[in-house]
Nanobody, 120 residues
């Protein structure tokens, strides 16, 4: 059974930083493209960042480009999202995803989500 568990969320002031982690188990993480999505209350789930299975390719939503960095450590079965210069509009539940389809906002596997709240 594939399982993704996010951690690292919390409350931070605008301009601060958080690092989210996604622990992957049940399969070999190196077989999967990975991504991060987020969903604010009453809003659609939005794409945040993508990283290919090898780490050789990344993509970011325009809203986070230059502030967020996605990375992976396949030896640790973990994907990370470093979030810097956080803004109140970054407040959302952040979800880790395996085998994401970015245009469709879909994935084969999802984590349970971790709350990120950015105060002004």
């Amino acid at each position: 059974q594939v399982q993704l568990v996010e951690s690292g969320g919390g409350l931070v002031q605008a301009g601060g930083s958080l690092r989210l982690s996604c622990a992957f188990s049940g399969r070999t993480i190196s077989s999967y493209d990975m991504g991060w999505f987020r969903q604010a209350p009453g809003k659609e789930r939005d794409f945040v960042a993508f990283i290919s299975w090898s780490g050789g390719s990344t993509n970011y939503a325009d809203s986070v480009k230059g502030r967020f960095t996605i990375s992976r450590d396949n030896a640790k079965n973990t994907v990370y999202l470093q979030m810097n210069s956080l803004k109140p509009e970054d407040t959302a539940v952040y979800y880790c995803a395996a085998d994401p389809n970015i245009p469709l906002g879909e994935a084969n596997y999802w984590g349970q989500g971790t709350q990120v709240t950015v105060s002004s």
